[in-house]
């Protein structure tokens, strides 16, 4: 399973972004996805996951009220709507994905078996 993102950038702080993830694979939706940010010089977190049929949706809670996590099965995508951007948010995000049934959401990060290369998010004060 390959997975890209797409849709970093540089926001200014309060500014939205959407962040997209193509899926190299026709069962996409036997995956559950999630998203995790590695800011400079931290170690990767876990952002936002939504299971497999996109019924639930787990947040962390530093982006509960301004981020949505969504996914179009049918286009073997994922999204992450990212509202209120805040300097703290700067970072690297990645795409990752765990077939269904194989880890409780919301997962942990060495519980994502796929990874996509990151997008870099940068939001400015």
């Known amino acids: 399973v390959q997975l890209v993102e797409s849709g970093g950038g540089w926001v200014q702080a309060g500014n939205s972004l959407r962040l997209s993830c193509v899926a190299s694979?026709?069962?996409?939706?036997?995956?559950?996805v999630a998203w995790f940010r590695q800011p400079p010089g931290k170690e990767r977190e876990f952002v936002a996951a939504?299971?497999?049929?996109?019924?639930?949706?787990y947040y962390t809670d530093s982006v509960k009220g301004r981020f949505t996590i969504s996914r179009d099965n049918a286009k073997n995508a994922a999204f992450l709507q990212m509202n209120s951007l805040k300097p703290d948010d700067t970072a690297v995000y990645y795409c990752?994905?765990?077939?269904?049934?194989?880890?409780?959401?919301?997962?942990?990060?060495?519980?994502?078996?796929?990874w996509g290369k990151g997008t870099l998010v940068t939001v400015s004060a």
């Open positions: 990752t994905a765990v077939l269904h049934g194989s880890t409780i959401l919301p997962p942990s990060v060495d519980r994502m078996d796929y």
């Open positions: 694979v026709l069962t996409w939706r036997r995956y559950e």
């Open positions: 939504i299971n497999w049929n996109g019924v639930n949706t």
